[in-house]
């Protein structure tokens, strides 16, 4: 069974620094794209940062500068150090895995339940 389990959120204040973990099982993510995502309550879904298998990383405009995205040797474990937190990245950070897809939350296969970052001025 795959299983995407994300940890590392919690209240800090604003300026404060979080490290979010997913750890994924259940089958091999060798060539996967790792991305976290977002969600605010009233809002949508968005995409924060993704890591493909080769390194390459990306980032929402939002969050660039502050927040770096990393994966273990084996590929199975993915972090979002996030730093500089601001009110508003307020949200349910969930992680996820695809094969395609780097930005499209829709064309990510596997999901994570989320880990709750709350960031308070």
């Known amino acids: 069974q795959v299983q995407l389990v994300e940890s590392g959120g919690g209240l800090v204040q604003a300026g404060g620094s979080l490290r979010l973990s997913c750890a994924a099982s259940g089958r091999s993510f060798s060539g996967y794209i790792m991305g976290w995502f977002r969600q605010a309550p009233g809002k949508e879904r968005e995409f924060v940062a993704a890591i493909s298998w080769s390194g390459g990383t990306y980032y929402a405009d939002s969050v660039k500068g502050r927040f770096t995205i990393s994966r273990d040797k084996a590929g199975n474990t993915v972090y979002l150090q996030m730093n500089s937190l601001k009110p508003e990245d307020t949200a349910v950070y969930s992680c996820?895995?695809?094969?395609?897809?780097?930005?499209?939350?829709?064309?990510?296969?596997?999901w994570g339940q989320g880990t709750q970052v709350t960031v308070s001025s």
């Open positions: 996820a895995a695809g094969r395609v897809a780097i930005f499209d939350y829709g064309r990510y296969d596997y």
